[in-house]
């Protein structure tokens, strides 16, 4: 086979498109190599068109996974703080942190207004997930979150 002395628009495109097959075999690898969690984003990379790059698809699921993050995030808050949205009947309180009752109760134990000492979360304990739950059972450290 003879060398190739001078680069000509046939040659060009030929290297052009066997660049463009090594990187969507990368991208093939990168996205097979996923856990199944992903297979959402893994489909919706493939729709796009032109493909991404490896570097584009990994920017969209570092995004992706810290959407994920704030929203569980959330979902731990809005799971404690539901504690606190019963109605009247349950001895609840509304959204606003007020007794729904005319009373305003005053815990003893905390010494907080807005519940009494048995609904307390000093006393009964705090719902999964809430920080201070972490922290009673001994597996919060300071240092590095959990």
Known sequence: MPAITEMTTEIRAFIQALEKIK??????EFLNGLDEEYSAQRSQLLLQSPLPTVEEACASLQQEEEQREVLNVHKVNTEASAMNIRGPKAGGYSSFGAAK?????ECKASGKKGHPARKCWTIVGYPKGHYKSIK???????????
Not at 101 to 105: A, E, V
């Open 23 to 28: 990187q969507e075999q990368h991208l093939f």
């Open 101 to 105: 009752t005319t009373k305003i109760d």
């Open 136 to 146: 009673q059972a001994g597996m919060y450290r300071k240092e590095g979150g959990m």
